[in-house]
């Protein structure tokens, strides 16, 4: 099956396949800002192997006796991959105290600051990944390169990958049957902002591809509401500045937005907004979104994302190629390489 919301195309591509080890796949998280140094809550830097955060959430809340409710991330992590994160524990004793306690295996404490709030849901700048692809088929190193080469110039489809769809992709349609009423979600109120999550990104993903399929993914439409790549402001696209808009979406400075759609969600206009209603309204009909604003009030996600600090590596004999990339926030590296390969990894459904 073809990632949601990337180019169905896999024949054209070459093959490569990820994650032989967890070492392969590396993700170092970018913090948003440093601890204060001072306040009732830690933030703990560590390094994880083999866990969920969901995993690690729970042992750590275990070790040092807090509700797990109370430990905050910035963002979900992978099990099989190493990745570094940074978490806040409430924690008022001494920091040498909570590293005694914390001690797990397969978890590595890098370092403890004092702050003074619960760590939020995406307060990260971005993810620095560092990835070694191997089995490639012929002449897939060159390839590879090429593709990401070209689309550090001109940005990534930013869709959702299998992350927030379920080991069998399914994920997301079970939460929009549970958005229309049609059956229950889960008791743990974490796993139901993950099911919005992933309704959210089921409905983005379609519309993506809309635009993907009406050549208009890198571009300005009248209406849109269009975001721009340095500052993250917002504005929406007016009759008179739809040619202007379009020539900074081509030079990669602003990118239109799509819907995550919630009850505080900023709309688009015109034939846009009407594009998207139709969409919700097909999905859900008549239901009322704001009966699940407590699980996410609703945002605007950029089409694109652009690649940065790209860096390319091959290994002995052209067998495997490493390579390493930034992306922002809610940006996937499965989605970079759904761009430039078909690729296979052991413990995922094939891109």
């Not at 967890?22 to 933030?43: I, K, M, Q, R």
């Not at 990745?83 to 920091?95: K, N, Y």
């Not at 809309?210 to 890198?218: C, E, I, K, N, Q």
């Not at 969600?265 to 209603?277: F, Q, S, Y």
Request: hydrophobic content about 35%; proline content about 5%; charged content about 30%.
């Amino acid at each position: 099956m073809a990632e949601q919301g990337t180019d169905p195309k896999a024949d054209e591509r070459p093959t490569a396949t990820i994650r032989h080890s967890p070492e392969d796949f590396v993700v170092d998280e970018l913090p948003a800002y440093d601890p204060s140094g001072t306040g009732d809550h830690v933030f703990v830097h560590l390094r994880k192997r083999g866990l969920t955060t969901l995993e690690l959430v729970r042992r750590l809340a275990e070790a040092v006796e807090v509700s797990k409710d109370d430990i905050g991330v910035a963002g979900m992590k992978d099990r099989h991959a190493v990745t570094t994160q940074w978490i806040s524990i409430p924690w008022r004793d001494e920091l040498d105290a909570l590293r005694a306690r914390a001690d797990l295996e397969d978890v590595d404490l890098l370092a403890l600051e004092r702050h003074g709030h619960k760590l939020r849901t995406g307060h990260l700048k971005g993810n620095r990944f560092t990835l070694t692809l191997r089995e490639l088929s012929p002449g897939a190193a060159t390839s590879i390169t090429a593709g990401l080469e070209r689309l550090a110039t001109t940005g990534v489809p930013n869709a959702f990958g299998p992350q927030r769809f379920g080991r069998d992709d399914t994920l997301g349609d079970e939460a929009t049957a549970w958005v229309r009423g049609e059956r229950r979600p889960p008791k743990d109120k974490r796993k139901r902002r993950l099911w919005f999550s992933s309704f959210q990104s089921k409905l983005f993903n379609i519309i993506l591809s809309m635009r993907r399929d009406a050549d208009t993914l890198a571009t300005a439409l009248e209406g849109d509401l269009v975001r721009k790549h340095d500052t993250g402001g917002m504005f929406t696209v007016a009759p008179e500045d739809v040619h202007d808009a379009a020539n900074r979406a081509r030079s990669g400075l602003l990118s239109a937005t799509g819907p995550m759609f919630g009850a505080k969600m900023r709309w688009p206009e015109g034939d846009v907004a009407k594009l998207e209603r139709e969409v919700l309204h097909d999905a859900i009909g008549d239901a009322d979104l704001g009966d699940f604003k407590r699980y996410g009030e609703g945002t605007r996600r950029s089409f694109r994302f652009m690649l940065e600090d790209l860096g390319i590596r091959s290994g002995d004999g052209d067998e495997s190629l490493t390579v390493s990339f930034v992306l922002p926030k809610g940006a996937y590296a499965t989605t970079v390489l759904s761009e430039v390969c078909h690729w296979t990894d052991p413990h995922r459904p094939k891109s």
